[in-house]
């Protein structure tokens, strides 16, 4: 039943761009130097207001204000700013509503006004996601009411037309004679207003849904490479009917210095987890190297951005059959050399180690020190006695020590301090998350230098060819690829914005990702650090309640 309900989550419509089920965007930074936190909730329909919670222990300060930016308008169709509310009983607590207009690449920009303040900006993908429904029993109300209102209407022109024009001694039949034709006339006129009227909205209606946000599907098949089995990942683009230019596959850009990042987690048991990087061989055609993962059906979650800073996720499933053992990832070096995978024990039962071959990870709770491979121990710091709740936004910090219990240094994994993927143990929660938030850092920088360099419209003539744009982006790859890790790490660092660390802690011996739970439940957090030039995988299992 697991099973079932893991693929009817993946391949149903319910997939909400850069997330899956998960629709709120999370921030952690500073606007200035002013540390905070904020929670967007999206609407489901555009036009819509979405919810902005904004979280802050800083003093002095005098307000907060926050309005939408949107990639193609510009700062010059920006409307001006709504204040953020306190929210009553909690201090630091601000929350308001901002309408979003235009569906595409949109940010919140928080504006912090006070000693220290600053400005803080927030990727949001404007999409409408869903098309509402009336109610049955408002709908027959509303049925009723204007079955009677055109009764009204015809008969009100009835009788104007056969007593308002005829002398009071006319005979009866002739008021009658007069009276029913007025009747005619308006129910023809009226019957053709409003078969008009539907037609109308019926055309609209059906423009909306035509044009309603829906995930691109793909392929992933197995084929045969030069270095053995590889996963090959074909996307669909046919079902792309709106945000053509946003949404075009040729302008994908590298985030994190990958133009693509693609995990596997094992349907079901969510015991095995790759976290792969796969090149481009054509515009909607990628490939990696397979890892000798076990058999079994695995969901695929492809994350993107592109050009314009609007970043989605794109499922799959796949039936891998491989037949060699299992190995751990020292054994495997082919493909990227950020490729990860390990094994860990299966969710919400007993630690069940693979048939053979590779170390099993025993997945760690709040507050209890997780052994690692390295012989390092990460610590997530959540007081156990302390319910998760839905909704709720945290912070999830993870303290790292050496094996003799001492703080150990966190190296930077593509540019962060960490990687963190959740999953809901039903399939229907999926979120890449950063320290940052769980938005795209490509995104918020593609954002950020747009509004730097233009203020006004984007021109869709005046942006490059798609061919010429990509074969430019794959040369930046292949010159970014060539260069040391350290190299690499300085790029990738200076274009990331980085939370203040917790001054409770030794510098770089802890990172955090903001996060809220979107529903009560089992889920499993798999965490991806780098120590002493390798990388440290982890994974920790969550309860969640309403």
Same mark, same amino acid.
């Given at each position: 039943?697991?099973?079932?309900l893991?693929?009817?989550a993946?391949?149903?419509?319910? =997939?909400?761009?850069a #997330?899956? &089920?998960?629709?709120?965007?999370t921030?952690?930074?500073?606007?200035?130097?002013i540390?905070?936190?904020?929670?967007?909730?999206p609407?489901?329909?555009?036009p819509?207001t979405?919810?902005v919670?904004?979280?802050t222990?800083?003093d002095k300060?005098?307000?907060?204000?926050?309005k939408?930016v949107? /990639?193609?308008?510009?700062m010059?169709g920006?409307p001006q700013? *709504?204040?953020?509310?306190?929210?009553?009983?909690?201090?630091?607590?601000?929350?308001?509503?901002i309408?979003?207009?235009?569906?595409?690449?949109?940010?919140?920009?928080?504006d912090?006004?006070g000693? %220290?303040? &600053?400005k803080?900006?927030v990727?949001?993908?404007?999409?409408?996601?869903?098309q509402?429904?009336m109610?049955?029993?408002?709908?027959?109300?509303?049925? &009723?009411?204007?079955?009677?209102?055109?009764g009204?209407m015809?008969? =009100?022109?009835?009788?104007?037309?056969?007593d308002?024009v005829?002398?009071?001694?006319a @005979?009866?039949?002739?008021?009658?004679?007069?009276?029913w034709?007025g009747?005619?006339?308006s129910? =023809?006129?009226l019957?053709l207003?409003l078969?008009?009227?539907k037609?109308w /909205?019926? @055309?609209w209606a059906? #423009?909306?849904?035509r044009y309603?946000?829906r995930?691109?599907?793909?392929?992933?098949?197995i084929?045969?490479?030069?270095?053995?089995?590889?996963?090959?990942?074909?996307?669909?683009?046919?079902r792309?009917?709106?945000?053509?230019?946003?949404?075009n596959?040729?302008y994908?850009i590298?985030? #994190?210095?990958?133009? $693509?990042?693609m995990?596997l987690?094992?349907?079901?048991?969510l015991d095995?987890?790759?976290?792969?990087?796969p090149?481009?061989?054509?515009?909607?055609?990628f490939?990696t190297?397979?890892?000798?993962?076990p058999?079994?059906?695995y969901?695929?979650?492809a @994350?993107?951005?592109r050009?314009s800073?609007?970043? +989605?996720t794109?499922?799959?499933?796949?039936? =891998?059959d491989?037949k060699?053992?299992?190995v751990?990832?020292?054994?495997?070096?082919r493909?990227d050399?950020d490729?990860?995978?390990?094994?860990?024990?299966?969710?919400?039962?007993?630690?069940t180690?693979?048939?053979? %071959?590779?170390?099993?990870?025993?997945?760690?709770?709040p507050g209890?020190?997780?052994p690692?491979?390295?012989?390092s $121990?990460l610590?997530? +710091?959540?007081?156990?006695s302390?319910?998760l709740?839905?909704?709720t936004?945290?912070?999830?910090?993870?303290?790292?020590q050496? *094996?003799?219990g001492?703080?150990a240094t966190?190296e930077p994994?593509?540019?962060m301090?960490g990687?963190?993927?959740?999953?809901?143990?039903?399939?229907?929660?999926?979120?890449?998350?950063h320290?940052?938030?769980s938005? !795209?850092?490509?995104?918020?920088?593609?954002?950020?230098d747009r509004? +730097?360099?233009?203020?006004g419209?984007i021109?869709?003539?005046n942006l490059p060819?798609?061919a010429?744009?990509r074969?430019?982006?794959?040369?930046v790859?292949?010159k970014?690829? !060539?260069? !040391?890790?350290a190299e690499? @790490?300085?790029i990738?660092?200076?274009a990331m914005q980085?939370?203040?660390?917790?001054?409770s802690?030794?510098q770089?011996?802890?990172?955090?990702?903001p996060?809220?739970?979107?529903?009560?439940?089992h889920?499993r957090?798999?965490?991806?650090?780098?120590r002493?030039g390798?990388i440290?995988? !982890?994974a920790f299992?969550?309860?969640?309640?309403?």
């Amino acid at each position: 039943m697991r099973k079932f309900l893991l693929l009817l989550a993946i391949l149903c419509p319910s =997939i909400l761009l850069a #997330h899956i &089920g998960s629709p709120g965007v999370t921030f952690e930074g500073n606007a200035g130097s002013i540390p905070l936190m904020v929670l967007i909730i999206p609407p489901q329909v555009i036009p819509g207001t979405a919810t902005v919670d904004i979280y802050t222990d800083a003093d002095k300060i005098q307000s907060i204000f926050a309005k939408p930016v949107y /990639w193609a308008i510009g700062m010059q169709g920006t409307p001006q700013a *709504d204040q953020m509310m306190p929210v009553p009983g909690e201090p630091g607590h601000y929350r308001g509503n901002i309408w979003l207009m235009d569906p595409g690449t949109s940010a919140i920009e928080v504006d912090v006004q006070g000693t %220290g303040g &600053g400005k803080a900006m927030v990727p949001v993908m404007a999409v409408s996601t869903v098309q509402r429904k009336m109610d049955a029993s408002l709908g027959w109300t509303l049925v &009723g009411l204007a079955v009677l209102l055109v009764g009204l209407m015809i008969t =009100i022109i009835g009788a104007s037309v056969s007593d308002s024009v005829l002398a009071s001694t006319a @005979d009866a039949a002739a008021v009658r004679k007069k009276r029913w034709r007025g009747i005619i006339a308006s129910a =023809i006129f009226l019957g053709l207003l409003l078969y008009g009227g539907k037609s109308w /909205w019926d @055309d609209w209606a059906g #423009h909306y849904q035509r044009y309603m946000y829906r995930p691109f599907k793909a392929t992933t098949t197995i084929v045969p490479g030069t270095e053995g089995r590889e996963l090959q990942f074909v996307v669909d683009t046919t079902r792309l009917r709106t945000l053509a230019v946003t949404r075009n596959m040729s302008y994908i850009i590298p985030d #994190h210095g990958k133009l $693509m990042h693609m995990f596997l987690v094992r349907a079901g048991s969510l015991d095995v987890f790759a976290h792969l990087h796969p090149t481009r061989k054509d515009s909607v055609t990628f490939t990696t190297p397979l890892p000798p993962l076990p058999q079994g059906r695995y969901l695929v979650f492809a @994350d993107v951005t592109r050009l314009s800073g609007f970043s +989605e996720t794109i499922p799959d499933t796949i039936d =891998i059959d491989n037949k060699a053992t299992p190995v751990s990832l020292a054994s495997d070096q082919r493909g990227d050399s950020d490729d990860t995978y390990f094994f860990t024990n299966a969710v919400s039962r007993p630690a069940t180690p693979l048939d053979s %071959g590779p170390e099993v990870l025993i997945c760690g709770k709040p507050g209890v020190r997780l052994p690692l491979s390295d012989g390092s $121990m990460l610590t997530w +710091e959540h007081d156990p006695s302390t319910k998760l709740q839905a909704n709720t936004l945290y912070s999830l910090k993870f303290n790292l020590q050496d *094996d003799q219990g001492k703080p150990a240094t966190i190296e930077p994994y593509m540019g962060m301090p960490g990687h963190a993927v959740i999953m809901k143990d039903d399939g229907t929660v999926y979120i890449h998350l950063h320290p940052v938030g769980s938005y !795209s850092m490509a995104s918020q920088n593609t954002l950020k230098d747009r509004f +730097e360099k233009q203020a006004g419209r984007i021109e869709v003539k005046n942006l490059p060819r798609t061919a010429a744009f990509r074969d430019s982006i794959d040369q930046v790859i292949a010159k970014f690829n !060539s260069m !040391s890790q350290a190299e690499r @790490d300085t790029i990738l660092m200076a274009a990331m914005q980085h939370p203040t660390l917790d001054p409770s802690h030794p510098q770089h011996s802890m990172v955090s990702f903001p996060y809220a739970f979107p529903s009560a439940g089992h889920y499993r957090i798999w965490i991806q650090m780098k120590r002493n030039g390798k990388i440290v995988n !982890s994974a920790f299992d969550a309860d969640v309640v309403e």
